[in-house]
């Protein structure tokens, strides 16, 4: 189970886009997650690397605008291969382009709220 970083209780991972490789990741999956206890209305992005002889990982999350967070939510649905990073539909596209340092910034121009923090997960 994946931890809420605010309550403690359950964190539920409502969408998957998975958005593939940028300058730092070999794997890019942007989330949409959600804590039905506390309400924490939360984008995630879970993020590994296995470049060079330290493989890694890294799964954050950010509390986003609720507005935000519906408009990605019926974004996500418009994709009929969200788990397909190769995917080339237009969402894919809009959520999958990579600044000039070349990262994924699939939340450029939403309201985040406080900073990323880290998705604890227990058995
Ligand atoms: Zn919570
Ligand atoms: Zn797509």
């Known amino acids: 189970m994946l931890v809420c970083p605010r309550c403690k209780k359950s964190l539920e991972i ?5 958005l593939g490789p ?5 794997e890019y ?8 206890h506390c309400q924490l209305h939360a984008a995630g992005a879970y993020e590994e690397s296995r470049r060079g002889s330290d493989a ?9 605008d609720r507005g935000d967070w519906n408009r990605i939510h ?6 009929s291969t969200p ?6 539909c237009e969402i894919h596209k809009q959520y999958g382009e990579t ?14 709220i406080g900073t990323w923090l880290p998705i604890e997960s227990v058995r």
């Open 99 to 112: 600044d000039e340092s070349d990262y994924h910034r699939p939340l450029r121009g939403m309201h985040t």
């Open 56 to 64: 890694s990982w890294h799964h954050d999350v950010i509390e986003i």
């Open 22 to 26: 940028d300058g730092s990741s070999d």
């Open 14 to 18: 409502v969408k998957t886009l998975h």
């Open 29 to 36: 999956n942007f989330q949409l997650v959600r804590c039905a």
């Open 83 to 88: 788990e397909t990073a190769s995917c080339t």
């Open 74 to 79: 019926g974004d996500i649905e418009r994709c």
